[in-house]
């Protein structure tokens, strides 16, 4: 604490941005936690705490969820960590039933947020050609398990936002016509669309 004081601000972003040189024994200690939040500025704190915690660094996401029930994380923190976590869960592991892993546990975790969060997730992880159909179908396949509309409405949002003038296009490609309708009926009803 009295090091990082002589610090300019640039050099303690810089010695805070990379999070996996402050491990211990495999772990990120505790006191990170609060240097973080004294050293950077809020939303900063939140994204460095975030990326020390979530599972980029973690084994699974066992060791995100130990570390969300011991640690004292703000509200932004936890929404942070889980939104990460699940970023990383949909990047890295390409198995056909991760996307459920990740919602049931962001469920778990931020319960309000996790529609969003996987939608969002699953946007960025490929929203063109088969990625987008297959993206699509993991969205809708979450909405009606889990009885939860807002992933499958959001995904289609955040296509609709980023491609408006060709969702159509896009729409004519997919390999399953009904998979194409129901992405089309979703965009329907997006206020957007509907005004």
Do not use: C
């Not at 990460?84 to 390409?94: A, E, G, M, P, T």
């Amino acid at each position: 604490r009295s090091r990082l004081a002589t610090f300019s601000a640039d050099e303690r972003k810089q010695l805070f941005s990379d999070t996996h040189q402050w491990r211990q024994g495999g772990k990120m200690p505790v006191e990170f936690l609060e240097l973080a939040r004294e050293n950077l500025d809020g939303d900063e704190a939140t994204q460095t705490i975030a990326e020390a915690w979530s599972s980029r660094h973690n084994v699974d996401l066992k060791e995100v969820t130990k570390s969300l029930k011991e640690l004292p994380f703000s509200e932004g923190e936890r929404h942070t960590i889980v939104k990460k976590s699940i970023d990383h869960v949909l990047q890295n592991n390409r198995e056909d039933d991760n996307h459920r892993t990740a919602y049931e546990w962001a469920r778990e975790h931020d319960a309000e947020s996790a529609g969003p969060l996987i939608a969002e997730s699953l946007a960025r992880t490929g929203m063109w050609g088969n990625e987008l159909e297959g993206n699509f179908e993991k969205a809708l396949d979450l909405s009606d398990s889990f009885q939860d509309p807002l992933v499958a409405r959001e995904f289609v949002n955040l296509y609709a936002r980023e491609n408006d003038s060709n969702w159509q296009e896009a729409l004519n490609k997919f390999e399953d016509p009904a998979l194409a309708e129901k992405m089309r009926a979703i965009y329907e009803t997006l206020p957007a669309v509907s005004e």
